[in-house]
C-alpha cells in the first residue's frame, strides 16, 4: 500500500455520506478474536508473535472477503508512517507502539482494516459514514464467518469467545459511534449526557478510542462490556440510545441559533477567519476552530464550504499527515506553520 498517496486522499467515512452525518461522523464496530492453541499476545515471545503473523497475513490475503485488501507489516514502518495509520483510524496507538511481528490489512475505502497481533491475535474493524451500524454488522458478520472458515478460535461454550482484556470476553465485539457535539458542549449540557450513558454502561472516550481526550467537540461512545449479551442486543442498544442523543443535539442546536444567532454567528465567522489568514497554528487550536465551522455550516451559517472538506481537514492538519504531505519531518513550531499554510490553500485557495 502507497502511504503517500494515502495521505493525500479521504476514506468513505469521512465523505460525510451516511445518515445522521451532520452530527453521527461514523460508525464502527470492531471484533476481537484470537487463534486457539497460541498464547495472547502479551504472553507470546518474538518467534510466537512472527509465527502468528504469518499464519494470520498469509491467510487472510488468500481468503474470498468481500473487499480487496493490502497488507502492511507494521513493524517494519517509519514512526511516522504509524502515526499516519493511526490517525486514519486504520489502527490503534496501542498496535501502532507496541513491539514484535504485526500487521494491518486495509481496504481500499479504509472500510474495513484487520489488525494482527494487536491486544489480540486478531482484530476486525469496519468502518462507515454516519450513523450505520447495520451496515457494519452485516460487512464484519460476513468477514468474520470467512475467516473462520480457515482458522480455528479460542472460543469457549459457556464463556463464548476468549479475549486478552476480560471485558471484551463474550462476543468480543465493541460497537462504537464517532458523534460531533459542539452545542451540548458550549452549554455545557454535555455532562448530563456523559451521566446517563454511564448508567446504562455505555463509556465515553476522544477522537482517537481508549486512552484519547475529546477534540474538536468528537465523542465515541460504545458498549463497555460483551459477556452475557448477544452482538444483535449490543447493537440495539447503541442503536436506541444515540438517536436520543442526536435530538438533544439538534435541539440545542436550534435554541442557540434561535437565542443567541448573533453571538454564534460571530463565534462561527471568527473561527473561519483565523482557519483562513492564520500564520502559525496549533493542533489542538485547529480542531477548536473546525468544529465551530462545522457547526456553523450544518446550521446554514457558512454557505461556501462542505462538511466533507471539513472532515477531511479534521485528519488531514494532524502532524504526521502534515509531514507526510510535506515529505518531510517538522518540528513542532514548524508543523504549526505548515498546518496554517494549509489551511489558507484549502480554504482560501491561495497559498
Given at each position: 500500500?502507497?502511504?503517500?498517496?494515502?495521505?493525500?486522499?479521504?476514506?468513505?467515512?469521512?465523505?460525510?455520506?451516511?445518515?445522521?452525518?451532520?452530527?453521527?461522523?461514523?460508525?464502527?464496530?470492531?471484533l476481537?478474536?484470537?487463534?486457539?492453541?497460541?498464547?495472547?499476545?502479551?504472553?507470546?515471545?518474538?518467534?510466537?508473535?512472527?509465527e502468528?503473523?504469518?499464519?494470520?497475513?498469509?491467510?487472510?490475503?488468500?481468503?474470498?472477503?468481500?473487499?480487496?485488501?493490502?497488507?502492511?507489516?507494521?513493524?517494519?514502518?517509519?514512526?511516522?508512517?504509524?502515526?499516519?495509520?493511526?490517525?486514519?483510524?486504520?489502527i490503534?496507538?496501542?498496535?501502532?507502539?507496541?513491539?514484535?511481528?504485526?500487521?494491518?490489512?486495509?481496504?481500499?475505502?479504509?472500510?474495513?482494516?484487520?489488525?494482527?497481533?494487536?491486544?489480540?491475535?486478531?482484530?476486525?474493524?469496519?468502518?462507515?459514514?454516519g450513523?450505520?451500524?447495520?451496515?457494519?454488522?452485516?460487512?464484519?458478520?460476513?468477514?468474520?464467518?470467512?475467516?473462520?472458515?480457515?482458522?480455528?478460535?479460542?472460543?469457549?461454550?459457556?464463556?463464548?469467545?476468549?479475549?486478552?482484556?476480560?471485558?471484551?470476553?463474550?462476543?468480543?465485539?465493541?460497537?462504537?459511534?464517532?458523534?460531533?457535539?459542539?452545542?451540548?458542549?458550549?452549554?455545557?449540557?454535555?455532562?448530563?449526557?456523559?451521566?446517563?450513558?454511564?448508567?446504562?454502561?455505555?463509556?465515553?472516550?476522544?477522537?482517537?478510542?481508549?486512552?484519547?481526550?475529546?477534540?474538536?467537540?468528537?465523542?465515541?461512545?460504545?458498549?463497555?462490556?460483551?459477556?452475557?449479551?448477544?452482538?444483535?442486543?449490543?447493537?440495539?442498544?447503541?442503536?436506541?440510545?444515540?438517536?436520543?442523543?442526536?435530538?438533544y443535539?439538534?435541539?440545542?442546536?436550534e435554541?442557540?441559533?434561535?437565542?443567541?444567532?448573533?453571538?454564534?454567528?460571530?463565534?462561527?465567522?471568527?473561527?473561519?477567519?483565523?482557519?483562513?489568514?492564520?500564520?502559525?497554528?496549533?493542533?489542538?487550536?485547529?480542531m477548536?476552530?473546525?468544529?465551530?465551522?462545522?457547526?456553523?455550516?450544518?446550521?446554514?451559517?457558512?454557505?461556501?464550504?462542505?462538511?466533507?472538506?471539513?472532515?477531511?481537514?479534521?485528519?488531514?492538519?494532524?502532524?504526521?499527515?502534515?509531514?507526510?504531505?510535506?515529505?518531510?519531518?517538522?518540528?513542532?513550531?514548524?508543523?504549526?506553520?505548515?498546518?496554517?499554510?494549509?489551511?489558507?490553500?484549502?480554504?482560501?485557495?491561495?497559498?
Amino acid at each position: 500500500m502507497d502511504l503517500d498517496a494515502l495521505s493525500r486522499r479521504s476514506g468513505e467515512w469521512l465523505r460525510g455520506t451516511g445518515p445522521e452525518s451532520d452530527i453521527v461522523v461514523s460508525s464502527r464496530i470492531r471484533l476481537a478474536r484470537n487463534l486457539a492453541k497460541y498464547p495472547f499476545v502479551a504472553r507470546a515471545d518474538d518467534a510466537l508473535k512472527s509465527e502468528i503473523e504469518e499464519l494470520l497475513h498469509t491467510t487472510l490475503l488468500k481468503l474470498p472477503l468481500p473487499k480487496r485488501l493490502d497488507y502492511v507489516k507494521v513493524d517494519q514502518l517509519e514512526s511516522l508512517d504509524r502515526q499516519l495509520l493511526v490517525e486514519r483510524q486504520l489502527i490503534s496507538r496501542e498496535h501502532a507502539e507496541s513491539e514484535g511481528a504485526r500487521g494491518v490489512c486495509i481496504s481500499d475505502e479504509e472500510n474495513v482494516s484487520l489488525m494482527v497481533n494487536e491486544e489480540d491475535h486478531l482484530r476486525i474493524q469496519v468502518l462507515h459514514s454516519g450513523f450505520s451500524l447495520d451496515e457494519c454488522w452485516r460487512e464484519i458478520s460476513e468477514i468474520d464467518d470467512i475467516i473462520e472458515e480457515s482458522v480455528t478460535y479460542a472460543f469457549s461454550e459457556r464463556l463464548g469467545y476468549l479475549t486478552a482484556c476480560p471485558t471484551n470476553v463474550g462476543t468480543g465485539i465493541r460497537v462504537s459511534v464517532m458523534l460531533h457535539l459542539p452545542a451540548l458542549v458550549v452549554t455545557k449540557e454535555i455532562h448530563k449526557v456523559f451521566g446517563a450513558l454511564q448508567k446504562i454502561n455505555l463509556t465515553v472516550r476522544g477522537l482517537y478510542g481508549e486512552g484519547s481526550q475529546a477534540m474538536g467537540d468528537f465523542y465515541q461512545i460504545s458498549n463497555q462490556v460483551t459477556l452475557g449479551k448477544s452482538e444483535e442486543q449490543l447493537i440495539d442498544n447503541l442503536k436506541a440510545v444515540v438517536p436520543n442523543i442526536i435530538n438533544y443535539e439538534r435541539r440545542v442546536r436550534e435554541a442557540l441559533i434561535k437565542d443567541r444567532r448573533q453571538e454564534l454567528h460571530d463565534q462561527v465567522s471568527r473561527a473561519y477567519g483565523i482557519l483562513r489568514n492564520a500564520q502559525t497554528i496549533s493542533s489542538e487550536e485547529t480542531m477548536h476552530l473546525l468544529s465551530s465551522v462545522r457547526l456553523g455550516i450544518n446550521l446554514g451559517l457558512i454557505d461556501d464550504l462542505e462538511i466533507p472538506t471539513i472532515n477531511e481537514l479534521f485528519i488531514h492538519t494532524q502532524p504526521a499527515h502534515l509531514q507526510k504531505l510535506q515529505k518531510r519531518h517538522l518540528e513542532s513550531a514548524e508543523r504549526n506553520v505548515a498546518r496554517a499554510r494549509f489551511l489558507r490553500h484549502r480554504l482560501s485557495g491561495r497559498s
